[in-house]
């Protein structure tokens, strides 16, 4: 059996099975303090009948360095208690098995990846919602580099109808997550992407800085597929217009362009969760 989190800001989903596509039971909890959370977490799991091994993926930042004293933990993140946070140490101690870890947007790549049947390309998976993440699997790996990719904090170029909004990331104002992400878009507007009316010039401005960030991926590390959830992703007709500007902004020049797509999460909201259990059953092998 296997155990997995997915550890998220507002709440933690925990799963267990005996396979990554046979979850047989699961259950969420509120994210509060690390040691209420954690311990929360670990009781559920160990009260699961044991499992072999755990797999957490995790908001960040993180600790992906195997060679570091901080592997493993959570470390910067404004989030309140959370700073300095060793996830992944106190979990696998709690329950006494190997832990696989890593972010939860890498966990949430290689789900879709597997679920896309796996192969060739590479796969990027992008979370837009409170904030912008994004994962990367290529050769059927997460890539980390000195640490993991931080994709929702590149600068896009400004949409010629949106030149006065500074943008909301406390680190760099007019980032992708400064420009497009959730909060970035009530900032604007006073209301969600699915509040606003279909002609409002806000759709068309969103989905030119995502498109901008999925041309990226695209044209940097030659990915067959980008992947988005996340609650602003859902917004009806997003997608589409993403899709649609990036082949705009491609203008039939990359190689691989004909084969590119933008889809939503095969998996639903169970990307992360489902990459979890993958990340528990390497941990098993390993
Ligand atoms: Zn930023």
């Known amino acids: 059996m296997l155990g997995a989190i997915e550890a998220g800001g507002t709440k933690f989903v925990l799963a267990v099975g005996p396979s990554p596509d046979r979850i047989i039971a699961r259950h969420t909890i509120p994210t509060r303090d690390p040691a209420t959370t954690l311990a929360e977490a670990a009781e559920w799991l160990a009260g699961q009948g044991g499992c072999a091994a755990l797999g957490i993926g995790s908001f960040g930042p993180v600790d992906l360095d195997p060679r570091s004293p901080r592997f ?24 006494g098995v190997p832990t696989g870890f890593d972010t939860d947007v890498n966990a ?56 006065d909004f500074a943008g909301i990331c406390p680190a760099h104002g007019d980032c992708l997550e400064g420009l497009a992400s959730g909060p970035a878009i009530i900032a604007r507007w006073g209301v969600s992407l699915s509040q606003l009316p279909a002609d409002h010039p806000g759709h068309a401005i969103i989905a030119d800085y995502i498109a901008q960030a999925c041309h990226t991926l695209f044209a940097s590390v030659a990915v067959k597929e980008v992947v988005i959830g996340g609650g602003v992703a859902n917004t009806p007709g997003l997608i589409e217009r993403v899709a649609h500007r990036a082949r705009e902004l491609d203008a039939g020049y990359l190689p691989g362009g004909a084969r590119h797509a933008i889809i939503r999460p095969r998996l639903g909201s169970d990307a992360g969760i489902t990459g979890a259990m993958m990340l528990a059953e390497a941990a098993a092998k390993a």
């Open 72 to 95: 493993g933990f959570i470390t910067n993140t404004p989030k309140p208690g959370w700073a300095d946070c060793d996830i992944a140490g106190y979990l696998g101690q709690a329950l």
């Open 108 to 163: 949430a790549a290689l789900a879709e990846l597997a679920a896309a049947g796996g192969g060739e390309g590479g796969l990027a998976y992008l979370t837009i919602g409170t904030g912008i993440g994004g994962g990367l699997v290529i050769g059927g790996k997460p890539v980390h580099g000195i640490a993991h990719p931080e994709m929702g904090h590149i600068y896009p170029r400004r949409h010629r109808d949106d030149i």
